[in-house]
């Protein structure tokens, strides 16, 4: 009997970004009803929004959003990739789920949700990975265009930005929209569909 074929989905994100937590517990959602892989990897908004004219309360939210992603790849580097995807967990968790707004408390949480050495919160404040973490963001960038958010999801090899969900998408549902997502991404000549978003994410 032949196996069934593994999908392989490649995963950016930014924790602080709202639309690629709801995406990210969507693919949770299709772990659980299709046979997948996916490798989870860093972005960043304050990478991606470098230099551009910003309203001053997003370009001060920008210059603090260094922090965790600094922090996720500094334990990535010292711990190794699995830790990746256990600290956007919890990160996301405490952000999305919980509203923590201090940046350092959920730092400082979810290394220790994590069984990380506190001292991984040092590198939120120093560039001693940034050329680590810029690579992985380029990485994903590269795949997609500069005129993107997060998440960028790689589908068995063919990256787009998003989807851009609002709500998670549970069993069988979610598997239906992930077998959708790759057959659009299984034809070589698609490149977008959009429509403006009237609602926020919520993220029961």
């Given amino acids: ?96 789920d919980r509203g923590e707004k201090d940046r350092p408390a959920v730092i400082a949480k979810a290394l220790a949700e994590c069984g990380l050495p506190e001292s991984l919160a040092d590198a939120a404040n120093t560039d001693a990975y940034d050329a680590q973490l810029r690579a992985s963001h380029e990485e994903g960038i590269s795949l997609v265009g500069q005129d993107v958010g997060t998440p960028v999801v790689a589908f068995n090899g063919t990256a787009f930005f998003g989807p851009v969900l609002t709500r998670i998408p549970r069993g069988e549902v979610a598997g239906t929209l992930w077998d959708a997502t790759t057959a659009i991404a299984g034809y070589p000549h698609f490149f977008e569909l959009k429509r403006s978003r009237t609602e926020s994410p919520e993220f029961d």
């Fill in 1 to 96: 009997m032949t196996a069934p074929v593994k999908n392989k989905a490649d995963f950016w994100f930014d924790p602080l970004c709202p639309f690629a937590w709801v995406t990210s517990r969507w693919i949770g959602e299709v772990e659980a009803v299709r046979n997948i892989e996916t490798e989870w990897h860093v972005m960043s908004l304050a990478v991606l929004n470098e230099g551009r004219d910003l309203d001053p309360a997003y370009r001060e939210s920008m210059d603090n959003a260094w922090g965790m992603v600094r922090v996720i790849i500094a334990a990535r580097e010292e711990h190794g990739p699995q830790v990746i995807k256990p600290l956007y967990d919890a990160m996301g968790t405490l952000i999305h």
